[in-house]
């Protein structure tokens, strides 16, 4: 039987899918060319591409893409375990805190590989009908592995009423 994470990791690695659901429902992410490129019930990663539409006048990628990218990565964790959950929970980014350390001129992949205390967060909501809060890091890296920037993003979660 197929859990509901397996049914959502399963839209989100479909290639067609994913990119209609991007068009759709985040088209900046969609035309900076934002890729899943792993995900399970522990971490994700999302690259971001140095191209024409996520590019700035100083020959790197632009922050505001580069933001898109750490969130992406954290939020797929945390629509995975909110994903058919019953009661239904909403949830929203409530705090964003970067450090830039290198230029971002090629290909960048960000890593959030909390899955793990999403799913204690989502539950520790539903159990206890009480808002929770949980700030989860993402780690952006180039090609070379160098580290390139790092966000620090606050995700709050609610029983929907």
């Excluded at 839209?11 to 399970?40: C, E, M, N, T, Y």
């Excluded at 632009?62 to 990565?73: H, K, P, Q």
């Excluded at 989502?122 to 390139?148: H, M, R, Y």
Aim: net charge positive; aromatic share 14%; charged share 15%.
């Amino acid at each position: 039987m197929i859990t509901g994470k397996e049914k959502f990791i399963q839209l989100i690695l479909h290639p067609v899918k994913f990119r209609l659901f991007l068009f759709a429902k985040l088209p900046s992410a969609f035309f900076s060319g934002l890729k899943v490129q792993s995900l399970d019930s522990s971490k994700a990663v999302v690259t971001v591409p140095y191209q024409w539409f996520s590019k700035n006048p100083f020959k790197s990628t632009y922050f505001a893409c580069l933001a898109m990218a750490a969130e992406l990565s954290t939020g797929l964790l945390a629509m995975m375990n909110t994903y058919q959950a019953n009661p239904a929970i909403s949830m929203l980014v409530t705090g964003l805190e970067a450090k830039y350390f290198k230029k971002a001129t090629g290909k960048t992949s960000f890593l959030c590989e909390q899955g793990d205390s999403f799913h204690q967060t989502v539950l520790a909501a539903i159990n206890s009908g009480e808002g929770q809060v949980f700030t989860a890091k993402s780690v952006g890296k180039n090609e070379s592995g160098e580290l390139v920037a790092e966000f620090l993003i606050t995700w709050s979660f609610k029983v929907k009423k």
